[in-house]
């Protein structure tokens, strides 16, 4: 890394804060810690992190309301920790923003190895800089994804993606027109294979057109939904 890359590592016991920050620091990354959640959010709102490792359960306030607030202003990546393994804690951790998540007792190593995947798949282009040319793109009439730069551009202005959104929106692109059920989007996208809720999926459908629409409403109308099936990428024909 050129420069140390910065990481929030939020949780109420000190000792894990403290195991993540050894394993962190070994990795040349600069490690924030905050022990509640409202110290959390002001701190991840205040400062500039590369990602942030977030405890479910806090004191003030909760890692889910910590990432939901979080996602109204900024697009940090972010691994939810959590105590409990039941699907249904998990999927409020997405519905909420979190791009992946470590169910506790946890490798350190582990985490360590989620955080570097992560920012790889991160949509800051910082850490990417590159003197080729760009060969994996994908253009559409409003719509541009660099793959390489991991950067989306609709009606040639930059759009502000989380890694799960970016991921989404991609996986739509790449096969225009055709349709995906929302279990189809869980199990591809989220690697994630349950029959439960799936309002993940529409969460993070609803927050991607939103963001594509404050610069571009043509280009948020080219994710579809399919009424009683699920959603597609259209892409309209030129004249």
Known sequence: MDKEQRVLVVDDEERIRKLLRMYLEREDFEVVEAEDGETALSTALETEFDIILLDLMLPEMDGIE????????????????????????????????????????????????????????????????????????????????????HRVTADGKEINLTPKEYELLLYLAKTPDKVYSREQLLKDVWNYEFFGDLRTVDTHVKRLREKLNRVSSDAASMISTVWGVGYKFEVEERS
């Open 66 to 149: 910590v990432c939901e607030k979080l996602r109204r202003e900024k697009a940090t990546p972010i691994i939810m920790l959590t105590a409990k393994g039941e699907e249904s804690n998990r999927v409020q951790g997405f519905e909420a923003g979190a791009d992946d998540y470590v169910v506790k007792p946890f490798s350190p190593r582990e985490v360590v190895l989620r955080v570097k995947a992560l920012l790889r798949r991160s949509t800051s282009t910082k850490y990417l800089h590159t003197e080729t040319v760009s060969k994996d793109v994908l253009v559409f009439p409003h719509m541009t994804i660099d793959n390489d730069a």
